[in-house]
């Protein structure tokens, strides 16, 4: 199956998936077989789910249906499961962005895709459902019920140890799950330039325009880049295109010059980052819970419920619209309502420290515990992760912004390239080893 076949497949998923009651209730199901690609997905008793992670961050959405096509076969339907709300899609410019853009040249949109709200998760078994996992390598704690049907792994994090009957089960050390999905395109001879730039994307981003300095990309997240280049329609660069200070003023502003609508009209690998990368950090608009929730996971770890939210905002700038209280207090009732022990806000970006000098990159962690957490294993928990090396942690405002009876802890991480694929293994370290004892 070509790119194009795969994605004009994609319409009427939803509803195959579905409680057909509540679609019922909602008048999605008219037409639905008129979207059917007769003869590749018609048999809906055997399902293939290719479920990115809950973070829905570009890197999983693109390598789940990146994953989804190469998996696709006349007997078996693969199908791309975006793992975040529908509506939350808009919370995540960046992402609507490229696969709007990808989807558009094929005459598809991003209303075709699956989302994790449009599954009527309880039945996947009964169906007989395969679940392969991209971008993770077992299920999140909320959908722990699925770990008896994933069938294949590909992802690039921390090995949990778990879904040990997956095969393939491949999680290697690279920068970006995309790299490795790249691969099994290549591999397959099915390049296209709508899957080219779907997955050269993410790879860029998650590695910095595969800066060196950053310390994310490997030699296979460059090899698959330099594949990956040449394939995508860019831009023409001409007498009717823009060029220079014209067009960085196009892409570094994330918008057509002829419309107020984001554009990835642009002509080279640098300017797709810095579209995607800045479009990414524009979250200073969104209220508190919007920033916990955009960019979240959570997992058990033992007994006890550990979350961590990613906000592409320094801290700094943060403080500077709401107060520490209101901070605070929106860390608590988010760990509230997700049932957390603790939660860890990693915050980052570029911030000028003083007057007159250039922008640097830099992260911080707040963590918060949840009212019936006893002091004595805050105390134990905040200990550890100051003494983590992965980390290198040291109090944001002063002693007292780290002590243990505060409602939130805050820290200035002095290790910038530990992203959350860091973090989670070192505050599961902690916890692992406080039970031990």
Request: glycine share 6%.
């Amino acid at each position: 199956m070509s790119f194009p076949a795969f994605v004009r497949s994609l319409a009427g998923n939803a509803a195959r998936l579905a409680d057909k009651a509540r679609l019922a209730e909602k008048g999605q199901l008219a037409n639905t077989d008129q979207h059917t690609d007769k003869g590749q997905l018609a048999n809906t008793d055997q399902l293939t789910l290719v479920l990115g992670n809950e973070s829905g961050d570009l890197d999983s959405m693109a390598s789940a249906i990146g994953l989804a096509f190469v998996l696709t076969s006349a007997t078996r339907a693969a199908i791309p499961v975006i793992n975040i709300a529908r509506a939350d899609l808009a919370l995540r410019p960046d992402c609507e962005l490229l696969l709007r853009t990808a989807l558009a040249g094929l005459g598809a949109s991003t209303a075709d895709l699956t989302f994790a709200d449009d599954v009527d998760w309880a039945r996947l078994g009964e169906r007989g459902a395969a679940v392969w996992l991209a971008d993770h390598n077992a299920p999140a704690a909320r959908q722990s019920a699925l770990e008896p049907l994933v069938r294949g792994i590909v992802d690039h994090h921390a090995d949990e140890a778990r879904c040990s009957r997956a095969d393939p089960r491949q999680i290697d050390a690279v920068g970006s799950c995309a790299t490795l999905v790249a691969e099994r395109v290549r591999a397959a001879g099915a390049a296209h330039p709508a899957l080219a730039v779907l997955l050269l994307a993410p790879i860029l981003v998650d590695t910095a325009n595969l800066d060196p300095a950053a310390g994310r990309a490997t030699d296979r997240d460059r090899a698959q880049a330099r594949w990956l280049e040449p394939q995508v329609a860019w831009a023409e660069s001409g007498p009717d295109a823009p060029t220079g200070s014209e067009t960085d003023a196009v892409t570094d502003s994330g918008t057509d010059a002829l419309s107020d609508e984001p554009s990835l009209r642009v002509h080279s690998p640098a300017q797709l980052y810095r579209t995607l990368d800045r479009l990414k950090g524009q979250v200073a608009h969104l209220p508190p819970r919007d920033l916990l929730r955009k960019d979240y996971k959570q997992w058990a770890v033992g007994a006890r419920a550990v979350g961590i939210s990613s906000v592409s905002w320094r801290l700094r700038k943060w403080l500077k619209r709401d107060s520490r209280a209101q901070v605070e207090a929106a860390a608590q009732r988010w760990a509230a309502e997700q049932r957390l022990d603790v939660l860890l806000v990693m915050t980052h970006g570029k911030v000028r420290e003083h007057k007159g000098a250039d922008k640097t990159y830099g992260r911080d962690l707040a963590v918060a515990f949840a009212p019936h957490v006893d002091r004595e294993w805050r105390r134990l928990v905040l200990d550890g992760l100051a003494r983590a090396d992965a980390l290198d942690l040291r109090p944001f405002f002063g002693p007292e912004s780290a002590a243990a009876d505060g409602p939130v802890s805050f820290f200035a991480q002095r290790r910038i390239h530990a992203s959350r694929k860091q973090v989670f293994p070192a505050v599961k370290a902690v916890i692992d080893a406080i039970a031990a004892h």
